[in-house]
T-cell receptor, first 113, second 115 residues
Framework: KNQVEQSPQSLIILEGKNCTLQCNYTVSPFSNLRWYKQDTGRGPVSLTIMTFSENTKSNGRYTATLDADTKQSSLHITASQLSDSASYICVVPGSGGYNKLIFGAGTRLAVHP | NAGVTQTPKFRILKIGQSMTLQCAQDMNHNYMYWYRQDPGMGLKLIYYSVGAGITDKGEVPNGYNVSRSTTEDFPLRLELAAPSQTSVYFC??????????????FGPGTRLTVT
């Protein structure tokens, strides 16, 4: 069964610290992996899309890595800010069609002052 | 551009009532989607549309209906609401032209409670 698993479920860090969120997927065949940020009470917003040929991709203080061999991805947040408090969702297109996305449950990040 | 808009933001329904969740996009996207998000779970696809007049079921379509009469609008209809339909509903859109890499843009969501 196609699945996307994320860890940890939740995380608390102090402002200015770094953190890394993990994503494991079992979807096959694999075409791309996305990370979304979802603020409380809002819809998800895309942070990055990585194809199977990309190992690393950055978007400001967000850096995503991908290991297509082990089917693992991580999202590293550098010098966290209070505005980084949100859920971070890992998403992979399912085998039913690349427009049918499979969403992980997300990691809820809280950045405290 | 307003992007993807949804109405209402909140709604409380009694069991057995019906309602329509509205979704509109002004980006001329061909694909539109409806998802539901339950606490602690990933978003689940309810229905999607590849263009005006064409819709198809997603992972969890039971209890819902959709229509796509125009490119801009994609309403979701709940008939005979049940407590299991208590959720947050997100509409999304994207422009797909053969490529696998594309953005999905999400609306702000509708929080629905059925009691």
């Amino acid at each position: 069964k196609n699945q996307v698993e994320q860890s940890p479920q939740s995380l608390i860090i102090l402002e200015g610290k770094n953190c890394t969120l993990q994503c494991n997927y079992t979807v096959s065949p694999f075409s791309n992996l996305r990370w979304y940020k979802q603020d409380t009470g809002r819809g998800p917003v895309s942070l990055t899309i990585m194809t199977f040929s990309e190992n690393t991709k950055s978007n400001g203080r967000y850096t995503a890595t991908l290991d297509a061999d082990t089917k693992q991805s991580s999202l590293h947040i550098t010098a966290s800010q209070l505005s980084d408090s949100a859920s971070y969702i890992c998403v992979v297109p399912g085998s039913g069609g690349y427009n049918k996305l499979i969403f992980g449950a997300g990691t809820r990040l809280a950045v405290h002052p | 551009n307003a992007g993807v808009t949804q109405t209402p933001k909140f709604r409380i329904l009694k069991i057995g009532q019906s309602m329509t969740l509205q979704c509109a996009q002004d980006m001329n996207h061909n694909y539109m989607y409806w998802y539901r998000q339950d606490p602690g779970m990933g978003l689940k696809l309810i229905y999607y549309s590849v263009g005006a007049g064409i819709t198809d079921k997603g992972e969890v379509p039971n209890g819902y209906n959709v229509s796509r009469s125009t490119t801009e609008d994609f309403p979701l209809r709940l008939e005979l609401a049940a407590p299991s339909q208590t959720s947050v509903y997100f509409c999304a859109s994207s422009y797909i032209r053969g490529q696998a890499q594309y953005e999905q843009y999400f609306g702000p969501g509708t929080r629905l409670t059925v009691t």
